[in-house]
């Protein structure tokens, strides 16, 4: 697929995420719209993915498994996820659920049990070199499972190994389920605990899809260090009353929210950018 516009494929992402969560009545929609335009900038061209059967594709691990929604709009713009299986979201029997299957066209590891992602990540990077692909693999973790010993364990065990073509990304959107993240595990500064671990660190603004694009585009992939981008978020981004606010980690919509919801993501460019495969 050519590189396409991230901004308006992002702004299609929030719209999806409304739709859908409000049809099948489920939380986890703050998560989703934080990381939606991260998910946009890999989606629009960084990924070498021009089919997701083909085994020298590069690899996405979506470790914080429940902003799988995300993830599936995403896959929809692309037309790996049918419009009539994305209404399926949720439901009885179908492939998609609150965290991705890897029987999902595109996904490529299930995930949802926080803190494993990278660990998987890890491991298909080195496979990658053991086979002498040139495949990336990217993770895109939480700031709180950064709160878990495995994902140090992983940072260690890439960084020890020389994993250059692996591609972390944390969503450092300072929240998690129970509060927010400075109040039940400190972990900052961030982006100087990965330098410490033998990480080539950048610090982003996560919902810059310019920014995200240029400096994955400019990383050396083929030796070295392994990678991680600190993507600087707002939780629930795009929808007012949901930024920042923990209670939208869990809770569905009401028709009034909804409502209001969509008027604050559906302007002219989100409309454009809704596209039906």
């Known amino acids: 697929m050519p590189a396409a516009d991230a901004a308006p494929f992002g702004c299609a992402i929030r719209r999806l995420v409304l739709e859908q969560s409000k049809r099948a009545?489920?939380?986890?929609?703050?998560?989703c719209l934080s990381?939606?335009?991260i998910i946009a900038a890999l989606y629009s061209g960084t990924l070498a993915i021009g089919d997701p059967d083909d085994p020298d594709r590069d690899r996405f691990i979506l470790s914080?498994?429940?902003a799988a929604l995300a993830l599936y709009a995403a896959l929809h713009v692309r037309g790996w996820v049918s419009a009539a299986e994305l209404d399926t979201f949720c439901g009885d029997a179908s492939r998609l659920g609150v965290h991705p299957e890897h029987v999902v066209p595109g996904v490529d590891f299930s995930t949802g049990s926080l803190g494993q992602g990278l660990s998987v990540a890890a491991g298909a990077a080195l496979g990658a070199r053991l086979l002498g692909s040139e495949r990336r693999v990217f993770a895109l973790l939480s700031d709180a499972e950064c709160n878990e010993g495995a994902t140090w364990e992983a940072i260690m065990f890439a960084a020890h190994h020389r994993l250059a073509n692996l591609i972390a990304i944390v969503d450092l959107n300072g929240q998690q389920?129970?509060?927010y993240t400075k109040d039940v595990l400190d972990l900052s500064p961030m982006a100087e605990r990965w330098q410490a671990f033998g990480w080539d660190v950048h610090t982003v603004d996560g919902h810059d899809e310019r920014?995200?694009?240029a400096v994955i585009s400019d990383l050396d992939t083929t030796s070295g260090r392994p990678h991680v981008l600190v993507a600087r978020t707002v939780f629930g981004r795009g929808v007012s009353f949901m930024e920042g606010q923990i209670r939208w980690h869990y809770l569905p919509m009401s028709d009034e929210q909804y409502r209001q919801a969509l008027r604050e993501v559906d302007d002219a460019s989100c409309a454009a950018a809704l596209l039906t495969p």
């Open 177 to 179: 389920a129970l509060g």
């Open 25 to 31: 009545n489920v939380g986890h929609i703050g998560s």
């Open 35 to 37: 990381v939606a335009d």
């Open 211 to 213: 920014q995200l694009t």
């Open 64 to 66: 914080k498994g429940h």
